[in-house]
């Protein structure tokens, strides 16, 4: 079982940048892939990006290539999502969820532990 815990969040202008961190309790973090999605109220949860047990793949929505940056250190259990050049459409709350599987479809049904959330504004 894995506990998540998402920080990070905050109010950012157009343009600007933040980093999200989630911390991952559980002796097991190393085998599951990790996802960060997001969700503005009223829609569903989408996927954002997604990285594999070790590290060394990853995948984006479309939307943020080349602006997002997920990462994780399997010796701290934590996984990071570095955002970059944020824009107001990025609003959100952001959530890091696990899954057995990093080749899944990158849909919520498939990954079964979720953190609570944090909220990012981005301003115009």
């Known amino acids: 079982q894995v506990q998540l815990v998402e920080s990070g969040g905050g109010l950012v202008q157009a343009g600007g940048s933040l980093r999200l961190s989630c911390a991952a309790s559980?002796?097991?973090?190393?085998?599951?892939?990790m996802g960060w999605f997001r969700q503005v109220p009223g829609k569903e949860r989408k996927f954002v990006a997604v990285?594999?047990?070790?590290?060394?793949?990853?995948s984006y929505e479309d939307s943020v290539k080349g602006r997002f940056t997920i990462s994780r250190d399997n010796a701290k259990n934590t996984v990071n999502l570095q955002m970059n050049t944020l824009k107001p459409e990025d609003t959100a709350v952001y959530y890091c969820?696990?899954?057995?599987?990093?080749?899944?479809?990158?849909?919520?049904?498939?990954?079964?532990?979720w953190g609570q959330g944090t909220q990012v504004t981005v301003s115009s």
């Open positions: 969820a696990a899954s057995r599987s990093f080749g899944v479809p990158p849909t919520t049904g498939n990954y079964g532990y």
């Open positions: 990285i594999n047990s070790g590290g060394g793949l990853t």
């Open positions: 559980g002796r097991t973090f190393s085998s599951y892939a």
